[in-house]
């Protein structure tokens, strides 16, 4: 079964310092792959996701990830923080269900703290 | 194209009542996913449905249900609710496959249960 893995459920940066998010996840099959993010008293929006066409996925906000199969990672990047970053984000791989259909597992979250 | 909305947005309940929730997806959009949102816990899967029918089901309890409706609304019921049943509850909507599509989601309804 593939699983979702966030590395530091907290990352503090200042404004314009490199964002590195990192999620991993188990999967016997390729599988696609998400980043979503919350703002507080929101829903989430989608940033980004991997479908299996290019690794390097540019998303909205600056942001960008890679996937990298042989690490099994899907790790969020941005060259510089804005403050407007600060929110809470989400990992999340799809996964087969006895149904024959997928469903998304999500990971535990990572809130990004930004100074000034 | 107006978003998913979610209705309550709030609502407070005490043990073992039940308690309906309603989500609109956007125009067009025929799956339907649920999912519960606490801290302790994070996002957990709840159901999803396509066209009327439930495709997939999380590891919840049977209190836990859902519908669909011909128009894609979606209402998700939970009966004897329980302490442990506050939380936030997220409905998305995606055209087809919410596992490889983007999921839109709605603002949540705040469910607390004294």
């Known amino acids: 079964a593939q699983s979702v893995t966030q590395l530091g459920s907290h990352v503090s940066v200042s404004e314009g310092a490199l964002v590195l998010l990192r999620c991993n996840y188990s999967?016997?099959?390729?599988?696609?792959l998400f980043w979503y993010v919350q703002y507080p008293n929101q829903g989430l929006q989608l940033l980004l996701k991997y479908t299996s066409a290019a690794t390097l996925v540019k998303g909205i906000n600056g942001f960008e990830a890679e996937f990298k199969k042989s690490e099994t990672s899907f790790h969020l990047t941005k060259p510089s923080a804005h403050m407007s970053d600060a929110a809470e984000y989400f990992c999340?791989?799809?996964?087969?269900?006895?149904?024959?259909?997928?469903?998304?597992?999500f990971g535990t979250g990572t809130r990004l703290l930004v100074s000034p | 194209k107006a978003g998913v909305t979610q209705t309550p947005r709030y609502l407070i309940k005490t043990r073992g009542q039940q308690v309906t929730l309603s989500c609109s997806p956007i125009?067009?959009?025929?799956?339907v996913s649920w999912y519960q949102q606490t801290p302790g816990q994070g996002l957990q899967f709840l159901f999803e449905y396509f066209s009327e029918t439930q495709r997939n089901k999380g590891n919840f309890p049977g209190r836990f249900s859902g519908r669909q409706f011909s128009n894609s609304r979606s209402e998700m019921n939970v009966s004897t609710l329980e302490l442990g049943d506050s939380a936030l509850y997220l409905c998305a909507s995606s055209p087809r496959q919410p596992w490889r599509d983007t999921q839109y989601f709605g603002p949540g309804t705040r469910l607390t249960v004294l």
């Open positions: 999967s016997s099959v390729p599988p696609y």
């Open positions: 125009s067009g959009h025929r799956s």
């Open positions: 999340a791989v799809s996964q087969y269900m006895n149904t024959g259909f997928q469903k998304l597992v």
